[in-house]
C-alpha cells in the first residue's frame, strides 16, 4: 500500500495561468475524491469518481475547473485562468468499494498559490 | 443538508492530561461519522470511524470516540496526551450513499496545543 500520491506538492503561478494537478490514489480503490482547503478551514468537497465515471459535482465547482480519470486510474485537476481566491491545497481521496461506510486515505495534497 | 460543528477552535492542554474534543453533526438518520487528523502541511489521516453497532470506537494513537445519537454528538477522546498529538483534528460525516452525495461534510477543525 503505496497511499494516495499527489504531484506536485507546491505550485506557484500568476493569475490568469492555468495549472493542472494528479492525484495517484492507492490502487485498487475505485473511488476518487477532490476536495479544497482554505487556510484555517475544514476541506470542502469538489467532486468524485466511481472508476471513469465523474458521479457528482459541487456548487464550489466552477466552470474553470475541470477533473478527469480517463481509466479509472489517476485523476487530474485543471484550473483555467486562476484567481486570487483559488489559492488553498488541493487535497485528494481515495476509498474502495461502492458503499458509503468506507473510509476515504487521504492523500498530502497540492498547495497552490497564485501571485 | 447535513453539517458538522466542531465547537472550539483551539484546545490547550498539558502532556499527560486527558483530552476531549467535541464534535455535533446535523443530519436526519444515522450518518457515517469520521475523524481525522492533520499535521501542518500534510493531508488527513483517519483517526477512527462510526458506522453502526457499538456507540464506543476505537481508534489509532489511543483515541476513542463515542456515538450519543440523543445529542447528535461525537467527541473524542484520548486518556494521555502526549506531544506528538499536536495537530488539526477534523470530525467528518458522511450522507448513506444511494448513488450520490458521496463527499464528506468536515467540521472547520480543533487546532489542539500540547503544553509540556
Known amino acids: 500500500d503505496t497511499g494516495v500520491s499527489q504531484n506536485p506538492r507546491h505550485k506557484i503561478t500568476k493569475r490568469g495561468q492555468n495549472v493542472t494537478f494528479r492525484c495517484d490514489p492507492i490502487?485498487?480503490?475505485?473511488?476518487l475524491y477532490w476536495y479544497r482547503q482554505t487556510l484555517g478551514q475544514g476541506p470542502e468537497f469538489l467532486t468524485y469518481f466511481q472508476n471513469e465515471a465523474q458521479l457528482e459535482k459541487s456548487r464550489l465547482l466552477s466552470d474553470r475547473f475541470s477533473a478527469e480519470r480517463p481509466k479509472g486510474s489517476f485523476s487530474t485537476l485543471e484550473i483555467q485562468r486562476t484567481e486570487q481566491g483559488d489559492s488553498a491545497m488541493y487535497l485528494c481521496a481515495s476509498s474502495f468499494g461502492g458503499h458509503s461506510n468506507q473510509p476515504q486515505h487521504f492523500g498530502d495534497g497540492t498547495r497552490l498559490s497564485i501571485l | 443538508a447535513q453539517s458538522v460543528t466542531q465547537p472550539d477552535i483551539h484546545i490547550t492542554v498539558s502532556e499527560g492530561a486527558s483530552l476531549e474534543l467535541r464534535c455535533n453533526y446535523s443530519?436526519?438518520?444515522?450518518?457515517?461519522l469520521f475523524w481525522y487528523v492533520q499535521s501542518p502541511g500534510q493531508g488527513l489521516q483517519l483517526l477512527l470511524k462510526?458506522?453502526?453497532?457499538?456507540?464506543l470506537v476505537q481508534g489509532i494513537k489511543g483515541f476513542e470516540a463515542e456515538f450519543k445519537r440523543s445529542q447528535s454528538s461525537f467527541n473524542l477522546r484520548k486518556p494521555s496526551v502526549h506531544w506528538s498529538d499536536a495537530a488539526e483534528y477534523f470530525c467528518a460525516v458522511r450522507m448513506y450513499s444511494g448513488g450520490g452525495a458521496d463527499g464528506l461534510t468536515f467540521g472547520k477543525g480543533t487546532h489542539l496545543i500540547i503544553q509540556p
Open positions: 490502487s485498487e480503490h475505485n473511488r
Open positions: 462510526y458506522f453502526s453497532g457499538d456507540t
Open positions: 443530519y436526519g438518520a444515522t450518518p457515517y
